[in-house]
């Protein structure tokens, strides 16, 4: 599998989403992506309660621990490399959770556009 280009949706270097848990479509701790990445694993997400919730609500329980897949779960304050079109749902729904911009793909704008991530822009980051 060849990695898209590392940039983020400024236009930077991609900068690492997270180690612990360790994150990204190839598990290497960032938001990189390629053609196989049918997901689009591009936006780099900071958890929140109410987002996890509404994950597991529509099929997609991120909190609860799968050791057969090296999957710790999530909490609050992790960061992921969140689905592009999860992320659009939920700021639909009013519970999107906040962004890294820096470490969030340049290919997350294919579904999500800038100004939507940049109203979620995380203000530690």
């Known amino acids: 599998m060849d990695k898209d ?8 270097p991609l900068a690492p989403c997270s180690m612990d848990p360790l994150t990204g479509f190839f598990r290497d701790g960032a938001c990189d992506t ?31 621990a799968r050791p057969e897949f090296r999957f710790p779960g999530l909490k609050p304050g992790d960061h992921w490399c969140l689905c592009a079109a999860r992320f659009l749902q939920a700021h639909e729904e009013g519970c999107a959770p906040l962004v890294n911009l820096v470490a969030t793909h340049a290919r997350a704008l294919e579904i999500v556009p800038l100004d939507v991530l940049r109203a979620y822009a995380d203000p530690r980051d």
């Open 5 to 12: 280009p590392s940039l983020n949706v400024l236009g930077d």
């Open 34 to 64: 390629c053609a196989e990445d049918r997901g689009s694993h591009t936006v780099c997400a900071v958890m929140t309660a109410e987002f996890l919730a509404f994950s597991k609500y529509v099929g997609n329980d991120l909190s609860t």
